[in-house]
């Protein structure tokens, strides 16, 4: 209501406004409205021509779209007659007038919350429909898709954006480092391969080599993460001797190495996830692996610029854990809120550490009393990610929401804001959407959630709206 | 295309020809478009709306300028003319004409013109809608606004539709499951549970607890929340010791800040009086008798017992007590509208009806259904719901709804109380496509709408009226609101009126409107109907307050049709 004077222009300042003829009809509009198109865009270069004559602006466009688009810059949001257009028209249209990132804020999903969400798309590419990995990029909805050795990628509004051929087989991790490169790796074939989606070619690679030692040949990328400025990659030999290798990403050129270790052991294993902390310049990395007798990880901290371990841990530990013999069978890291969590192999449970204060056993487990969710026994097939302050697992085919509940409106201390309570845990999916498959991989992006099934082609988008 | 054939600014114009201050004509340039009204019809937006300030604006700076759309702009302002959106908003979302109402300030008329409590007939309601709820946890309790909205509780989870049900939204609460659910205030609502202490006010915009109301008995134990129940003024809550071992209902003033007014009915429990051991599950305000009607059922190996007060809060004292031993009740209802209480009874599953007015005397329940059912030890009637809204009484029995309503029988009969025998009436609502479903759960009511849930279905029914909802407005306008500043005319008219813009708007045809007419009828009557409201809007236009000399001189042979709004409700039926 109170911004609703600012359009309401007074009649004695007629300078303010500016006519547009689009395709024969006339528009009217403030010079405010066309500037909030950003500096850049034709619009607000209309905007700045000088105003003495008053005829209106010619532009040779679809009126009917123009409307449209004038719309979302007058209110922010799009209004239903947008649906006589596909996205992709609006899209395109909306690059013309330079305004697309408007377009994106007006048609993106509501912020995601867990407890709201449903499935709203299936990504299915054309070929080779079994998804391999996927990276959720650049914040906007966007997904790409790695499915044998190709890559798709699906823009904001999840329509086909393009498909490249690597010369990989399998891709087995992929991350976007760039707006349009990404930077992918298989477990059959060496190395860290760079490929601009825009032309398909590779622009870089990255092998670990070592002078000294021979030995280290081959080896293939487990896990990628990036810094704004730099690429995390672990890699594995074939004798399973492995370390991460820090590569720039401006020059796609190996910087230094770090965590090298013999990888006999389970505790020394080449690191299957990577997660890189903005904040406290903190790179997270666990592993696991499940044999006859359970499974047995490790979490580790390095300091990413010194390459130091800062925290680890191991399970099964020798320490007192409260849970000896119920390893974790997935670990993820919240980045917003700075917490750890893992969900329990044999228990299923979820608990949560705080990383700004780690120590010998830092583990909460959440207490969740709904009697309504059935007890799914173990966590073996379990996957965790947390995303927008919440957690969201996937145990076999089921995808279930940990979501902090609101205490007060009062601030809580941050010592009471770990308490087993806290967190309440709810299904995402339905009882029949379950059935489809076990759940592989969760990653969300753009307030978007994508999940992967096992044997199951393509991906699924949920999202709030 | 819009008047705006001259390109020349507005301002030029405005110079040529200055506007007169007396002049009771406003023009506005939206988004280039030039529109002209009265300053009346601004008026109708209230003080608060940017209309009126547009009208203000026109008087000092000449044509004021609106940067929005001016297709938008222009249903709007057909809404503040008529009071019903025109046909051409159909081409449009109503969440857009929502979004654009909010940015005028007019959101309250067009609530009013699409959702009106007024709207509501109990008769034409069809299950039209489904609200899907996310996750896997049916409702355990629902809570509606008059205008419509719903508030539905699912597990730990809150989720609130807006009156066009379609903008969602959902919040988190401590609950594990909510059991009792009322809305306060647009966003704040009162929710409690049988497994949680206390009673939290939460806010619905972001899942914050406001306010947790509490009950502590001599041993200051937690108390849990067994019913939620509310009138204008005050806030009551049927309080359970966590030890089950005492009962109480709070009054909150609504008014200032949750204040715990009084306590009625506080039990204590020593031994063996069951009696007192049955906390109210159901809290209904009775406002044409300023009373609070409080029941709660026990179910024991010796059957269901159950108990009914009235509770005037300024005595706090009971002052009817009905008390339930063979065929207690498995819900209770009070409608103050029939005044009268209606129960369906838990062994026979029939519906039964006790009037307010002789609710002292003994063994006062009268069967409405099968009177000679034999009542064997079966609970027919359990999981039963009973609820009532305006002067109909509506019944769940397993997945299907009875709706009583009372006949008006010219001739009394009196019985030997003194009092007419009352008439009531069933039908099975609903198409055979929506018989038989999961049983229902909740039943609730707001704007014209009635909402139901049912078990193990993570979804909301709506059933409401699917007419041309153009024809319909009018008919709502002039039937329920004689009153109605800007359209004065009188029910049947209204109504008859609103067919013929079903017609003119081309929600039916006029061949369909023909056809929709059995044959018999003849054609003549369909001109007549025409003519007559013509006759009626010329003379609406003209004169409002001589209307009612009008109708009678003028179009007499109207009245001959129609004399009662009832067969035009059955003409409109036959359009639909």
Redesign the interface.
Known sequence: ?DD??S??????Q?ND?I?LNVGS??????VS?LQSAGPDSLLAALSNRPRLD???VFIDRDPEIF?IL??VL??N?L???ARRFTKQELAEEASYYGIESQLKSAMLPTPL?G????RVATINPASDGLVSAFTAGDGDGSVWIAHGGQITGYDWNLTHAGTIRTHLEDITSIRRVWPEVAAVGSDIAAGLHFYDFSNGSRVGSAHWTDKSDPRIYKARVAAIADSPSQVFASFDCPHRENCILVIDKSTLKIESEFARQPGSSAKNMVAEKLTYLPDSGLLVGSAVASGAFGYSGYIRLWDARSGEVVWETNEPGSGRSSRFGDSFADVDVDTDESTLFKICSKSGDVAVADLRNLGDDPWVYLKE????MRSTGGGGESVIHCYRKQVFVGREGELEVW???????TNIERESRLSEGSY?R??????EDSERGIIKKIEGGGDRLFVCRENVEGIEGVDDS | ??P?AD?????NA?HQSKPDQSSNLVTI?V???LFQTTKQTLTIAGP?S?FS??SS??DQ?????????PE?FSILLSLLRTGHLPSKAK???L??LI??AQ???IENLLVASQSNPSQFEAFNLENSLIL?L????SPSAISTTPYGSIHVAH???I?SFDWSLQR???????F??VDSLLTISPNLAAAGATDFSGLQII?LD?????ETLNWENVTRSSSTVQAIGSSPEFLFTSFESGRRNSNSIMVFDLQDSFRPVTEIGHNEIFGANLDSAIPATKLNWVSSYNLLMASGTHSGPSGVLGNIKFWDLRSGNAVWEVKEKVDCFADVTVSDDLSAIFKVGVNSGEVFFTDLRTIGAENSWVCLGNKRKVVNGKKEGFGCKIENHGNQVFCSKGGDLELWSEVQMGSSRNSEDGLEERVFRKNLMGRAKDMGGNRITHLGFGGNKMFMTRKDQ?FVEVWQIVLGSVGFAIFWVSAACPAVPFLPIGRTAGSLLGDMLMVISRVISPNQAYAAIDLSIPGRLFRTVVASVYIERAASLRCSDTWENCSRGNVGMQRACFTQSESCLTFQALYS
Not at chain 1, 403 to 409: A, F, G, I, T
Not at chain 2, 134 to 137: C, F, V, Y
Not at chain 2, 206 to 210: A, I, K, L, S
Request: net charge positive; charged share 25%; no cysteine.
């Open positions: 209501m609703g004077i359009h309401v222009a007074l009649g004695s007629p406004r006519k009809k006339l528009f009217e509009t403030t409205t008053s005829n209106p409307s004038l719309s007058r209110t949001r209004p239903s007659t919350s407890i709201d969400a449903s009393k709904n009697p309504s979501s902090k509940v609101e205490e007060k409106e309440r709810n299904y995402v999916d339905k009882m | 295309m819009p705006f390109s020349r600014p507005p301002a405005f340039d988004g280039g478009q608060k940017l300030r547009v604006v026109s700076y000449g044509v004021p300028f609106v940067d929005r759309d938008l081409t449009f979302d969440q857009d979004s654009e940015f005028y300030g899907p996310s996750g896997r946890d597990g730990s989870k989720t969602k939204s959902t919040i988190l609460t401590q594990t499951a806010d972001n899942g914050f607890v406001r993570q």
